[in-house]
């Protein structure tokens, strides 16, 4: 059977929502006309994501398959194991607490189908004083990196984005990351391959239990800098730039 989607969910310590998004996704799926797979890859937790993934899998192993890494290896790592794990025509990936709404999910899947290579969805931020300072790094990075190295795209970062699976396939071994900077990566290399890429806007809704701390946004604000420079680096070596 030829599947429509291959939804990758890849999460460390997100144990918590994964039973209420699985219920959220397959009630919006269901009402669509798309055949879906949904690939969890847990990216080495220490919670009990591991164990509750398991137990979600059980429910129907046809449809829901899961990867484990032994090791944390990061965000880019573990997205691209479910990509590479996928067999869907086309292949997405959304945050596992759902910031971006399910019912986006075939809305963007669809525009793939249409004929896009990559669709991903541009966050529209809640007004929110409690994200104030997270919102602002979110934004201020977008235009540093259209900046820097030429970005042509308003979301780079964004964690809801979808594929044509041969097309993604192939740009795989030009994003080396395995951190969070892939995502800048896997837009910037299609981009110069001339690949067609769409953002479509969608309501990003920041949850209230996920407030993290601003030492640690100092310090992935540092990260994320020093990993723009060197990607400027590699891309002017190529003449990209």
């Not at 977008?142 to 396939?169: A, H, P, Q, T």
């Not at 837009?187 to 953002?199: A, C, L, R, V």
């Not at 946004?217 to 070596?237: A, I, N, T």
């Amino acid at each position: 059977m030829t599947i429509d989607l291959s939804l990758v969910l890849a999460s460390y310590n997100s144990g918590k929502f994964l039973g209420k998004s699985l219920k959220e996704i397959e009630e919006v799926m269901d009402k669509s006309n798309l055949t879906y797979e949904i690939i969890y890859v847990d990216d080495s937790s220490k919670d009990d994501s591991q164990e509750t993934i398991k137990n979600i899998c059980k429910k129907d192993p046809e449809k829901l398959r899961y990867v484990f890494h032994e090791k944390n290896k990061g965000r880019g790592a573990a997205i691209k194991t479910g990509i590479k794990a996928a067999k869907g025509e086309v292949i997405g990936y959304i945050d596992p607490d759902l910031e971006t709404p399910a019912y986006y999910i075939p809305i963007l899947t669809k525009e793939v189908k249409k004929g896009y290579d990559i669709v991903t969805g541009l966050r529209i931020y809640t007004l929110d004083p409690i994200w104030m300072h997270r919102t602002i790094a979110s934004v201020g990075y977008r235009y540093l990196v259209r900046i820097m190295i030429k970005m042509k795209f308003k979301d780079s970062e964004s964690g809801c984005k979808f594929f044509n699976r041969e097309k993604i396939l192939k740009i795989l071994p030009y994003t080396p990351s395995d951190g969070w900077f892939w995502d800048t990566e896997i837009m910037m290399e299609p981009y110069f391959k001339g690949y067609k890429i769409k953002e479509m806007p969608t309501l990003f809704l920041r949850r209230i239990d996920e407030k993290g701390s601003t030492l640690k946004l100092f310090k992935d604000s540092k990260d994320y800098f020093l990993q723009l420079l060197k990607y400027r680096k590699r891309l002017k070596k190529r003449g990209l730039l």
